[in-house]
């Protein structure tokens, strides 16, 4: 099996890519890009222009326009990087090819002189290539002609008429060795020539039936080429031929793709074809080993790439990323990037692998000059032996590898000191993969690897014929403390809030009551964690209302009088009541372009107490208090975290977060508040970030799987669970999330038959931890609400857990809204949050518990160990293994005489010997 069979495709993410970049579509016959060592190159806006990109994402500016290199007054042709020297530029195009040198630190203004200038190419330049041998030689395709040139003089070595068979040439290879070249044309031809030897005789080529070549490559040192093209039915195939035999193909494999350009590149060194699709966004890898014997190419893998492209083209080999495993580099075009796509194989252990790395054609020049290559000096070719860096090069020639080898055997003794110290150095210098952490994060077994989910039907918890209205801001349609649930119901002339008494016996919710008082839209409510009949409802027109809702049964009819109106400025992007003080609410509205963030004393509602306006102009997306309430931490949509105390008015600390595109949330990670965790939105994906509050370094991130919708996160501080669910999706994705590495561990997942419209968590102290009931939510879709319980399968459920139930926060207040407003040194003292025990009365905890018993399968493996591990009966004469008894025969069948008799073979007897 070929080593390379796990390859993959990796497209680079968005802050890794060349974006806001105006391209221009160039000639159909062309890859509409190229790449050197240094840079890439890619036609503009404006026609004849090129864009040179550094390789260096880091040296790019994307809010800056690039420098062009005005190549041409039409449209480029093709252009090709040397590959000796990575600023040399070749652009063919307007019957001229023009040699362009680009500064080594890239262009800082448009490039308008050339180097050099060759003309006379009849028809217009359609393809370029480079010698792969031999500096400064370079073969141009136009339309009915094909010119070897001199680029380092601009004179033409040989000039070919090839309309024998066929016009208007394509694309045009060298092979291996730098000898000859490959031809294709418009109709349908195609031709393998040696330019030095030429004459009509030797000059091979064909026209294909039905076939329509697009591109041809040599398949390295076997000399057999690689054509790409499509059928009669416009279908894309790809031809393997012999260049000695065109008449027919060694072999045919249908691609199985939609119509379009077929882009291959072939790298020598792994034997790996990568195709990529001009119009489609799918990358292929294909095993080109014993492709004849087989009969095709063996697909490898394919990736989707985020969109299409519309050129494409292989970095050179030395430019690849070892240490990351990678064997090709691409560079795709699309309609604004430019995107690097790297092929790797997975390892275990980042580092140089030497197994993937055979041996690549150097980037030195061969020392033979365009001239002697015309006179029949062929090159030599060097091979370059790629070590961890790409720095220290090593040049073999073939077949001196064996030669090498057995200089290696003969000194390896005197660098035995030399190879131990290298050794060790390099394993000091191991890296462990991403996945390699993630592989050993699973092996540690979290306690919560087989949390599972159950949605309830029974009466109390499942409520059917519901009429949900628009959602709010945020999607946060369902709220919920320990004696209510609350969320929006269709309504006309205003907006009306559904109340409902947890544990009420219906089961079809027709006659429902509600709160009425906004004339319009609701946009944010909340309900009080310790003062349980509170509710608190904002709404576009600024007014924040305070409700009591009735105590003992349920609401006899519709709740219209608030206890309090509070006025804001502007529409109400959201309210939260403090969860450890009473009486304490916090809203946050967007009014005359500044967002507005009030702190309240519900005890003294006339005037807020606390106003902030650090946001300036960006709405707050979400606000959440620390473990004691004395912090919040807040998103915006400005792309920024803050760490605020708000009693003195003061921003800690900024963090600058990817996952602020739309709708994010953040926590606190632990009572040290070094860590919170943002949930929201990075370039189109949903993903989850951990960052420090102080530095603001981004310390792990990771992507949620699902489409586009909203995300509602929950998240709890006691086991550092986040529970996340997406608006019109019918799942919820569990993640452990820890202050140290790996940070986010990505678990199981809870699917059920109806798509979200509203989630909310229950408190703690609501869950049934008799059975091992971790947590305990509300669910609400299109037309039900219903219960579902998170829970953990474990053994000996008669014991209390408390590995897993460790204390929370009691429901009783910390303190009073005047204490925490006051913000004091006796009411600083009384921060201190008040945690009680889970564990039921009677119940013994599992640390405690007696030793639990064997189970007989546990007993049988035991007894079985023992036996394996017991000592080995000793044979008759002592001996304890095979080895020793055939030993002990071998020394007596030494020991014994060596005797012959007259019957034994041996000297010719005499006749008198036989007689009797």
Known sequence: ASKFRFAKVEPAKRDQSFTNIKLFDTSPTSTSIACSRSFVATPSLSAGRLIVLPRDIQKYDAKNVPPLVVAHAGSVGDFQFSPYNPNLLATGGDEVVRLWKIPPNGLKEDLTTPELEMGEMSGGVLSLAFNPLVDSLLAAACKSMLKICDVSSGTSLFEYAVSGFGKD?????????????????????????????????????????????????????????????????????????????????????????????????????????????????????????????????????????????????????????????????????????????????????????????????????????????????????????????????????????????????????????????????????????????????????????????????????????IQTDRPVIMHRNLEQNRDFLAFPWKSTGGSALAILRKGSPYRRLTDIKKVRGHSDQVTAFALSRLTINLLASGSSDGLVKIWNLPEGDDMKQDLKQAVATL????????????????????????????????????????????????????????????????????????????????RQNKVISELKIEEAQRDTHVYFLDSTDETVACVGFCKGQRQIGIYETKTGKQLAYVEVEGDSGSMLPHYDIDTGLLYVAGVGAPSVQFFLLDTKEPYIEVLQRYKCTDDFKGFSMSEKLECDVKKVEVAKGWLLSKTKL??????????????????????????????????????????????????????????????????????????????????????????????????????????????????TNQWDAGEAQEDSDWSD
């Open 567 to 646: 006025e804001c400025s502007g529409k109400i992007l959201g309210v939260r009541f403090h969860p450890l003080v009473s009486d304490v609410l916090v809203t946050y509205s967007m009014g005359y372009g500044v967002c507005h963030m009030r702190f309240w004393d519900l005890k003294k509602p006339e005037q807020e107490r606390i106003l902030i306006e650090a946001h300036g102009e960006s709405e707050i997306m979400d606000v959440s208090f620390n473990h004691n309430g004395s912090l919040i931490a807040t998103t915006a949509k400005d792309k920024k975290c803050r760490i605020i105390d708000p």
């Open 169 to 465: 040439l394509i694309n045009v290879s060298w092979d291996y060795f730098g000898k000859s070249v490959a031809c294709v044309s418009k109709d349908s031809s195609m031709l393998a020539l040696d330019p030095r030897s030429y004459s009509e005789s030797k000059l091979i080529g064909t026209k294909t039936s039905g076939f329509r070549p697009q591109s041809c490559h040599f398949m390295g040192p076997s000399g057999r080429v690689v054509v790409a093209g499509v059928d009669s039915r416009r279908q894309p195939v790809l031809h393997c031929y012999d260049p000695r035999e065109l008449s027919s193909p060694l072999f045919e494999q249908d691609l199985e793709l939609s119509p379009g350009k077929v882009m291959p590149f072939y790298d020598v060194d792994t034997r790996v074809l990568a195709l990529a699709m001009r119009g489609s966004s799918v990358v292929r890898l294909y095993d080109c080993t014993k492709a004849v014997k087989r009969g095709e190419f063996r697909l490898l893998s394919q990736k989707m790439l985020p969109s299409t492209i519309d050129g494409a083209c292989m970095a050179p080999k030395y430019s690849v990323s070892v240490k990351e495993s990678e064997i090709i580099r691409l560079y795709g075009r699309s309609e604004n990037t430019v995107l690097p796509i790297s092929i790797k194989v997975p390892r275990k252990i980042q580092g140089f692998h030497s197994e993937l790395y055979p041996d690549s054609l150097s980037d030195a020049p061969s020392g033979v000059s365009p001239v002697e290559w015309k006179g029949g000096k062929n090159a030599e070719v060097k091979l370059l032996s790629i070590d961890e860096n790409l720095s220290n090069f090593k040049h073999t020639q073939p077949g001196k590898k064996s030669e090498q080898k057995e200089d290696q055997k003969t000194t390896t003794t005197e660098n035995d000191d030399n190879t131990a110290a290298d050794a060790k150095k390099r394993r000091d210098s191991i890296v462990l993969s991403e996945a390699t952490k993630k592989i050993t994060c699973k092996l540690k077994r979290s306690a919560f690897v087989h949390l599972s989910g159950e949605m309830s039907n029974s009466t109390g918890t499942y409520y059917s014929g």
């Open 786 to 899: 219903a219960a579902v319980s998170f829970e953990l399968p474990r053994k000996r459920r008669e014991f209390f857990q408390d590995d897993i139930f460790v204390p929370t926060a009691s429901a009783n207040p910390m303190m009073g809204s005047g204490d925490w407003f006051s913000g004091d040194k006796t009411s600083k003292e009384k921060e201190v949050v008040t945690y009680v025990s889970l564990q039921p009365q009677g119940m013994t905890p599992l640390s405690e518990a007696p030793k639990e018993e064997l189970t007989e399968r546990q007993i049988r493996y035991r007894q079985n160990k023992k036996a394996m591990q017991a000592p080995k009966a000793k044979g008759c004469l002592g001996h304890e293994s095979a080895q020793e008894v055939r030993e002990h025969f071998q020394n007596l069948a030494d020991m014994m005489e060596t005797t």
